[in-house]
């Protein structure tokens, strides 16, 4: 008589997932190559128990975002000292609703209003694009300078093998 194993697939489910915090300097990463580690991270890729319909994804924070940087040949800024030659040409565009709304800024002027804006259009478009998107990017914490507010939820140092191509 033959003893069968048989093993269960093990389904992820929003009931019994907790989420981590990770934290992360910003200061000097690539904008695209960073964004791309962050929405590994915010959809829950590097773990095991990754499930496609469940947002297995973590928290993120990410501090100095003002000092991320474009690949690129650098130019001299006299405001930020990781200005490039990408970043200058870069656009970036929004529609108002309105016929003739498309507005149009450029990157260099985005970095000195709202410099978490770049980091959170990049994430945003290599998340998914489904029901599960509005909340994984709302688990990803931009802040502007080195100090941030979520020190109660003591998060963990960034997992350093997901950065291997990011400096």
């Known amino acids: 008589m ?3 194993l048989v093993q269960r697939t093990s389904v992820a489910k929003n009931e019994t997932f ?3 915090w990770y934290h992360i300097d910003g200061e000097g990463q690539i904008v695209g190559r960073f964004a791309s580690a962050l929405a590994m ?3 829950g890729k590097h773990k095991p128990t ?3 319909h469940v947002n297995t994804g973590d928290f993120v924070i990410v501090t100095n975002v003002e000092k991320v940087r474009f690949s690129g040949p650098e130019m001299a800024h006299e405001s930020h000292p990781n200005y490039s030659v990408k970043m200058a040409e870069k656009e970036y565009q929004h529609y108002t609703g309105y016929p003739g709304g498309l507005r149009i800024t450029k990157g260099a002027e985005l970095l000195e209003k709202h410099p978490e ?3 959170e259009e990049a994430v945003r478009r290599m998340l998914p694009k489904n029901k599960l998107a509005k909340s994984m990017l709302q688990r990803l914490k931009l802040v502007v300078g080195s100090e941030h507010s979520h020190q109660a ?3 963990k140092p960034f997992p ?3 950065l291997t191509r990011c400096k």
Request: hydrophobic share 50%.
């Open 2 to 4: 033959a003893v069968e």
């Open 18 to 20: 907790v989420p981590e």
């Open 41 to 43: 991270v915010l959809m």
């Open 50 to 52: 990754y499930t496609a």
């Open 117 to 119: 804006k770049i980091l």
């Open 153 to 155: 939820q003591q998060p």
């Open 160 to 162: 350093e093998h997901l």
